[in-house]
């Protein structure tokens, strides 16, 4: 099989190194086919695009989109779309201006718990300040030594319920496949075992997603266990997805898997590649 890998981040959203980097370690790493999908943002393509030509691998456009749906926080990849698409464009960009105003009342969120400088902290960490996620503050708050590492960071500050955490409204689902169908793009549920979310109300967001263009779901992910796996290849064939891969790397000590480094699509499910 392909090895594709078409989740993955750099500097221009919370990863930890540059997209031309990226495309190289996934080179070297044996990927044949990439997507860098950073959040909210498509500034890292172009790059990464060179460096990928350049060690010979093949490489399509693609972003990772905030949205919500029923007040829960869901990430949809965008694959194979025109970065130069204006409507794209603008709908990334409101997402990334309600991103730097959210942090603000983060930093204000964690001032009252006591815990002071998290706006300008986090803003040090972000290499592209239109661009500050969670990971970014996590990076911070590490750094002043409030937490030993980025994932105790999650679990006492930076998820619902914790000092941190803040409501945000994130775009719909239906501007975002809008947006990305518009581009020539193929919408994908990123990480589909990662939500919170019944069995019920995950079936009545694919239902929807799918209703308003959404194609594929990521079946294979850094984030999923193998029992994942086989849970969301069998959805992926009943609802008539196209099933993706990816790591969701981040960086080489904040990643489930190394770019590449994943287990095979289950058999009788089409890529989603297929359709590049
Ligand atoms: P945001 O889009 O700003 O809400 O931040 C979400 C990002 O935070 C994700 O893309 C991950 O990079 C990171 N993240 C979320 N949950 C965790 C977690 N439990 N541990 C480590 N990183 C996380
Ligand atoms: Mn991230
Ligand atoms: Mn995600
Ligand atoms: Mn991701």
Redesign the pocket.
């Known amino acids: 099989m392909l090895n594709a890998d078409l989740h993955c981040?750099s500097t221009a959203?919370?990863g930890l190194l540059s997209p031309s980097e990226v495309a190289r370690r996934a080179a070297a790493n044996g990927v044949e086919l990439l997507a860098l999908t950073d959040?909210?943002d498509i500034a890292g393509l172009a790059a990464a695009r060179e460096a990928a030509a350049a060690m010979g691998m093949a490489f399509v456009a693609g972003v990772?989109v905030?949205i919500e749906w029923e007040g829960m926080?869901i990430?949809v990849v965008g694959l194979d779309f025109d970065p130069q698409d204006a409507a794209l464009n603008a709908g990334l960009a409101g997402i990334r201006a309600g991103?730097v105003e959210?942090a603000r009342r983060m930093a204000a969120a964690l001032e009252k718990f006591g815990i002071g400088g998290a706006f300008d902290g986090a803003m040090r960490h972000a290499e592209n300040p239109n661009l500050?996620?969670?990971?970014?503050?996590?990076r911070y708050l590490v750094e002043a030594k409030v937490c030993k590492d980025?994932?105790s960071?999650?679990?006492s500050y930076?998820?619902p319920g914790k000092p941190g955490y803040v409501d945000?409204r994130w775009a719909s689902v239906a501007d975002c496949v809008g947006w990305i169908n518009g581009a020539g793009g193929i919408a994908v549920v990123a990480h589909p075992a990662?939500y919170k979310i019944s069995n019920g109300a995950l079936r009545r967001f694919l239902g929807e997603f799918k209703d308003f263009g959404g194609q594929a779901i990521e079946v294979v992910s850094g984030s999923h266990s193998l029992d994942d796996v086989g849970v969301f290849g069998r959805l992926a064939r009943e609802f008539g997805f196209l099933a993706s891969r990816g790591s969701?790397f981040?960086g080489p000590q904040?990643s489930y898997v190394d770019l590449g480094r994943l287990g095979p699509l289950p058999d009788g499910l089409t890529p989603v590649w297929e359709s590049f």
Do not use: C, G, I, P
């Not at 500050?132 to 996590?138: E, G, I, L, P, Q």
């Open positions: 981040h959203s919370d959040h909210d990772e905030s926080q990430h991103r959210r500050v996620s969670r990971a970014h503050f996590a980025v994932r960071v999650f679990e930076l998820v945000h990662r969701d981040h904040e």
